[in-house]
């Protein structure tokens, strides 16, 4: 059974940073694609980042954190990593981490339980 907990969430002011963490628990992890999302208040979960598995290690992220946000992942300790510097009020969210595995003749989606990020003065 896959299990997603995210941390490192809190309050931060306008141009600070932040690093969160998605502890993977489950049987695979280094092949697997994992993506960080968010939720500001009252609007659509949206893909902020994400990174690909196996050696690759590729990279994706949405316009707006292009620049300010990097994603890193260590395989070694199923760990995956958003760090989040100039950070602007409009990042305020809950940040999701998700990972999709194979059952059957389908993917699953997984989702750790949110952190929330709040930029403010």
């Known amino acids: 059974q896959v299990q997603l907990v995210e941390s490192g969430g809190g309050l931060v002011q306008p141009g600070g940073s932040l690093r969160l963490s998605c502890q993977y628990s489950?049987?695979?992890?280094?092949?697997?694609?994992m993506s960080w999302y968010r939720q500001p208040p009252e609007k659509e979960r949206e893909l902020v980042a994400l990174i690909t598995g196996s050696s690759s290690s590729s990279t994706s992220y949405i316009d707006s954190v292009k620049g300010r946000f990097s994603i890193s992942r260590d395989n070694a300790k199923k760990t995956v990593f958003l760090q989040m510097t100039d950070l602007k009020p409009e990042d305020t969210a809950v940040y999701y981490c998700?990972?999709?595995?194979?059952?059957?003749?389908?993917?699953?989606?997984?989702w750790g339980q949110g952190t929330q990020v709040t930029v403010s003065s």
């Open positions: 489950g049987s695979s992890f280094s092949t697997n694609t």
């Open positions: 998700n990972t999709m595995e194979p059952t059957g003749r389908t993917y699953r989606d997984y």
